[in-house]
């Protein structure tokens, strides 16, 4: 059964420095790999997806993430971060069901 | 345009009552999910119709949940005789077709629900 972890519960960072938020997931099976985010008080929006194809993939809001098949690690970065990025971010892997099973979370706090 | 709408947005019960959350799907989509998010933690899985079939509830946590759908469009939740572990934001979703083929899957604000 797929399974997906992600290593930091909270990641605090000032404005304009770079952030890495690590997700790693287990599967014995090829996977769809997605980043959503969560602003306070509102529903989640997809951030980015990997289906196939280039390992990097960019996304909305200046993110990308990487897709790493050997670590079986799909981090999410982001150069330069605004006030505006804090947020939870939840990393996701689609199982063979057709649903989607979530990591635990990280809270980013981008703080002035 | 609209997205996947969720009612009602707040709702505070007794334990021991029931409750049904309604969720109303992306127009054309044939999957839907509900999920659970208790206070700081991830998403927990509930259950997922493709069309008004529920080919994954493995999710439910006790015989106390239920949920339908009909046709492919609304779907209730249904959580019999309340328990205080019950409070949580439960989060519907839906998508044109199921997750494992790469589709997008969109959620709606969730159904805050608080059992005094």
């Known amino acids: 059964a797929q399974s997906v972890t992600q290593l930091d519960s909270q990641v605090p960072v000032f404005e304009e420095a770079p952030v890495e938020l690590r997700c790693n997931y287990s599967s014995s099976v090829s996977v769809y790999l997605f980043w959503y985010v969560q602003y306070p008080n509102q529903g989640l929006q997809l951030l980015l997806k990997y289906l196939s194809g280039s390992t990097l993939v960019k996304g909305i809001n200046g993110f990308e993430a990487e897709f790493n098949k050997s670590q079986t690690s799909f981090h999410l970065r982001k150069p330069s971060v605004h006030i505006s990025d804090t947020a939870e971010y939840f990393c996701?892997?689609?199982?063979?069901?057709?649903?989607?099973?979530f990591g635990q979370g990280t809270e980013l706090s981008v703080k002035p | 345009g609209a997205g996947v709408s969720q009612s009602p947005s707040n709702k505070v019960t007794e334990k021991g009552k029931d409750v049904e959350l309604r969720c109303d799907p992306i127009?054309?989509?044939?999957?839907l999910y509900w999920y659970r998010q208790r206070l700081g933690q991830g998403l927990e899985f509930l259950i997922y119709f493709q069309g008004n079939s529920a080919p994954d509830k493995s999710g439910l946590p006790s015989d106390r949940f239920s949920a339908e759908r009909t046709g492919e469009s609304v779907s209730t939740l249904t959580i019999q005789r309340t328990q205080q572990e019950d409070s949580a934001v439960y989060l519907c979703?839906?998508?044109?077709?199921?997750?494992?083929?790469?589709?997008?899957?969109?959620f709606g604000e969730g159904s805050w629900l608080t059992v005094v």
């Open positions: 127009s054309g989509h044939t999957a």
């Open positions: 996701a892997v689609s199982d063979q069901g057709g649903k989607l099973i």
């Open positions: 979703a839906s998508s044109l077709g199921s997750g494992f083929s790469g589709n997008t899957i969109y």
